[in-house]
């Protein structure tokens, strides 16, 4: 058998207490020489030192670089900035005939899309396909997503015009309107950029997951609810969002004349988009005719409306579209105007809901061909993008997950399908707006319509609930919210949720009893591993929090107490087993000293097991040691647990754990 | 040597593989028992089980009583209503005596007192006295406190006035202001009754005790400069409580004639109530000079004035206090009025401050007198008495920590001794009240400031300093928000920075790498025990966070691929030590699944040691154990060591460990 190699060089101690400790009794050293590692550690790194780290992580360059001079820290972040110069030296033309055929293929789902979403954001139609031009060309230098489709999507246009109008009402004024939004854009891409440059990609995740299945959903269906204007023909509207009021609108509008026609027009071309879609996905290869039946849905109503003059029976029309690319908005937007604030207000939530979707798209899409999205990066390119965008008269962009999976099957190698695309656009700008003269508006919202089932992710929720409750609540919570409320209301209740359940869990932490697996030197909690022996002379507790803090502190020290004068004719001493608190402020300290205390004051001994590395500094600082005794504090469990039996001589039914 | 006895009666394995294991190879069971036990373990409690449990406990009575009739249950709610009825029935001549004793030194604090502080809260010298009367008489028949002194003080005083003057000014509309002053006591103690009845005790810590020190002491240098009115015998002063205002004011006022017999009064009498003070400190048998001081210098300082008319050369004077005990002032409390829910947010601040005042008074003398305070009965009690206050003239009231050490040194045995207070004020106030009109103002400044330096308590924030600098923050923090902002600013700045803190805990979590302690199967920190040996093949880290969450996965995750893409080529297997987190979300999940896959792609084997009970359960339900394979989850880190050393056959460096 071996002996313990202990650093000290310390041998087995076989003047042991009368209890048979564990497997075997040479294999326990002095308890003394524990303590002491735990007590005489070196002191852990202080506030500022960490501060200094992070911030010097932060700001960090390649400076691994032998040789660094300016030049080559300026080529550094160049390459950093501009990924296009290092992917597009290993640029085939074999990649090139791919892009071409994705570029070709996205842009014919890209310009229905962007019309529809316009209309959504309460933008003439050629603003969509502005979005769509100059976004796309700016993330080929800068983004390192290779399948992202970049232009409008539903929900950033739904939050856009569901704000925005808030202050200026498009009906009435959309000059105004029109400048808020660019002002919107410009700031959005602001605050995306800052998110990137100062590493705050953090602030994206505190959207959980769960918080945006719902958000989605509701936002989904809100924007369904709003396409029930352009489906039915109506004149007016609300622009409230929520469904008690969109309903009411619909119900009050179709109790006055209305034509069936655009109805007509719009489902039977929502169940074309849904038909070929279907044949998309039965067969694989099929698929470009679920890509190209929106652009194909545009050309034939159009047609059947110009031939049958339809418009002249109430069929509503899309009318003058602007000719030519996107003109420069730089004079329109507007920093010092009395809504700049509100404008920054709705950019934040704008730019985090931009880039929660473009980062899952995209991160989505680089698991599949295994390779790694930095985040701080496309932060830099999006907001970039939005930058630019809003200087020429486009409004939010960001990644569209419906597009951007078209733009993956049909085989895309690199960015440059987005070039291909927005040169499409620019084409189609150019020379097909006259044609879209006859368009009917509810074929726009049939084709929204149809990307909306992409959004609800009914799966997703039965797993949140089967899985875990709370993250369902908080699913549910931005659903109802966006759905009765507004976005906004939705976003607030979301990430309240969220936060919420953080703070519940730091306030009300796991207080669990332990009892050694027999034979063992293991402590488990006893209700997760019911065969495990209990001492009833030693309460052995597990404190289940990282932080013992001011919010928690009070709790677990009656959690405690309550046991103890619960069984007081039995324990003689107590062990808190902390190797889960890895911090605590002042007041944790005050309630381990209260503690400690309270159970003298019956007469019970109090050991601390395996404190983490702040705590038995600052136990040391606060000079609880000194209370505690340096004999009391231990480095595993199974030592506390036998130095309290030995000090108390329990005898008897001990013996068999 | 002893033998496993391990449940399953499993025998010693001696096939393990080439690597030496613990102490002596006989002491390891086969590694599957053990996964068995983390796997097969009971389902943990649901959500709704532990809200059942929640709401069971909080609604409980005594129904371990085994008659229990609706007399027994009415008789044990009277009792836990009103403790008089236990504690009465052994009170003696002898505690009487000395409660007789006690109340009259009491009074002769209380009385100069109230008429300062309902000075400071703008009210007549007479609504100080009437808060000295009804709530000390509630509080006597239903809190559990031996030692309070019930009545106004300082900083609720200063927070009524600094809050309520901004609804209606007092110096023009002085009836408005009473008004509100009621309806917000009223409602202050329909709060304080809510949270005791609701057992929301737990809301009163969410103010750290190190934001509370910077607050007391912000307050307390706020309410000094206020008394500068008094002290210099100025009209005209600022509203706002902020060192600027009050300094500009104070400059302003001294450029224009004064009169500096006031301050000569002022000052005389503040050094003379100091000088008193230490005589009773270095003498404790004199420590009745101290608290007769200030009704003395009252009373001098009155008869001074009376014999000199120094009135008539510009000594501030009270002049009329009106006689008689509390009238009603039901009429005057307005619930349905526009300022109702301004009200209402003033009375939750006052509500949260006043407890937090009187449970940390009353727990530090009960603990002196070693008996037990229940939070949540004092908070009932609380609440009646301020109810009961605000029907007969009364503001706020809450314990005095100055009263209440003075009644405790006076030898108090009860609550009684506020009963003798308040028969005590009510004479003074059917007789003296005539006697006041010649009390010079700055006397009552000069009664507050020498109260005030029992507010600022330098020394803990030393040890805030010393100890924990996030706290030290958090003082400083409402300390100098209260100073340069105002009362409500320094309390959102010591309620914000203390969230923060607890959030920042969960967003950046500690994670540990791990080493062998030579020679015994205990994994520590290798930062905090350097002594501690690596194996190069194999990474072991903890995860310090006992929720792994939104807001934390994601930081989790990167740093753990950030140490392997270092060592790429060294690392064969990483072990997560999962004990300390005893939750996860699907967020948390969603992390897990992503880090074994990415680990997987650079042939890096996961496993996953001592999952705790909510982890492994959601484990289950998310179908990660299928993924992880069942194979490598393990009860213990040495267990989850071995195995990655015997799957990789690593040979050579790792035996020594």
């Known amino acids: ?41 070196p002191e852990p790194p202080s506030l500022s030192y960490e501060l200094i780290g992070m911030l010097r992580k932060a700001v960090r360059y390649r400076s691994a670089d032998k040789h660094f ?59 969509g396909l502005y979005t769509s031009v100059v976004p796309p060309l700016v993330y080929t230098v800068m983004g390192t997503s290779r399948e992202i489709a970049i232009g409008p999507v539903a929900v950033v246009s739904l939050l856009l015009s569901s704000m925005v109008q808030k202050i200026a009402d498009p009906t009435l004024d959309l000059a105004s309107y029109r400048k808020l939004i660019f002002t919107v854009t410009f700031l959005t891409g602001v605050f995306q950029f800052a998110f990137g440059l100062f590493r705050l990609g953090f602030l994206v995740d505190f959207l959980s997951h769960a918080a945006i299945t719902g958000f989605m959903g509701g936002a989904a269906i809100v924007i369904g609810l709003q396409q029930l204007k352009g489906l039915l023909g109506l004149s007016h509207f609300t622009s409230n969002t929520d469904v008690v009021s969109v309903t009411r609108a619909v119900w009050v509008s179709v109790h006055e004349p209305w034509h069936p026609e655009n109805l007509f027009i719009g489902c039977s071309f929502f169940l074309f988009i849904l038909g070929m879609r279907f044949i998309g996905r039965k067969n694989k290869k099929l698929f470009w005719v679920s890509a190209i039946a929106p652009v194909l849905s545009v050309a034939l109503s159009t047609l059947m409306v110009y031939v049958t003059r339809a418009d002249n029976r109430g069929v509503k029309i899309i009318q003058k579209v602007d000719a030519g690319i996107n003109s420069s908005s730089v004079k329109q937007i507007n920093l010092n105007g009395p809504y700049v604030t509100e404008c920054a207000k709705i950019a934040l939530i704008c730019a985090v809901i931009a880039l929660t979707e473009a980062i899952a798209v995209g991160r989505s899409f680089s698991v599949i061909n295994g390779y790694k999205l930095d985040g701080n990066k496309e932060m830099i390119a999006m907001g970039f993008m939005n930058v630019a965008g809003s200087l020429s008269s486009c409004y939010v962009a960001t990644g569209s997950f ?20 927005a040169a499409t656009v620019m084409v189609a700008l150019e020379l097909l707006t006259k044609l879209l003269f006859y368009t009917p508006v509810s074929i726009l919202a049939s084709i929204i319509l149809s990307a909306l089932p992409g959004l609800i992710n009914v799966q997703e929720v039965c797993i949140l609930w089967k899985v875990d409750k709370m993250d369902f609540f908080t699913c549910m919570g931005s659903f109802l919210g966006v759905l009765f409320g507004s976005v906004e209301i939705g976003l607030s209740v979301a990430i309240g949720v969220s936060f919420a359940k953080v703070i519940i869990h730091s306030i009300r932490p796991q207080v669990q009893i332990l009892g050694r697996l027999q034979g063992t030197n293991i402590f488990c909690n006893i209700k997760q591993y019911p065969m495990v022996c209990q001492t009833p002379a030693v309460l052995t507790t597990r404190i289940d929090t990282s932080f013992l803090c001011f919010i928690n502190a009070k709790f677990i020290r009656e959690r405690i107490t309550g046991w103890v004068t619960e069984k007081l004719d039995e324990i003689r001493s107590v062990v808190l087993d902390m190797s889960n608190v890895a911090n605590i402020d002042t007041a944790g300290l005050a309630a381990l000293e209260e503690l400690r205390e309270e159970l003298l004051s019956h007469g019970i001994q109090m050991a601390i097991a395996s404190p983490g590395w702040q705590v038995i500094h600052k136990m040391k600082l606060a000079r609880l040691i000194d209370g505690t005794g340096e004999a009391w504090i231990f480095l595993t469990v199974g030592e506390a647990v036998e130095a309290c039996l030995a000090s108390k001589k329990v005898k008897g039914g001990d013996l068999e754990c």
Not at 6 to 34: L, W, Y
Not at 92 to 102: C, G, N, V
Request: charged letters at 15%; hydrophobic letters at 40%; aromatic letters at 8%.
């Open 1 to 41: 058998m071996e002996s313990w190699q202990f650093p000290q060089g310390v041998h087995p101690n076989t003047s042991k207490p009368a209890i048979e400790p564990m497997a075997s009794e040479a294999s326990v050293p002095k308890r003394e020489d524990f303590a002491n590692l735990a007590l005489e550690g």
């Open 69 to 127: 001079t300016l030049s080559v820290c300026a080529m550094s972040i160049l390459h950093s900035l501009f990924p296009i110069l290092e992917w597009s030296k290993s640029y085939s033309l074999k990649s090139f005939r791919s892009d071409i055929m994705a570029g070709l293929t996205l842009a014919s789902l890209s310009i229905p899309q962007s019309i529809g979403y316009a209309n959504l954001a309460k933008l003439d139609p050629q603003y």
């Open 402 to 421: 419906s597009r951007t999976a078209v733009n993956f099957t049909a085989g895309c190698k690199t960015a440059v399908s987005n070039v291909v695309m």
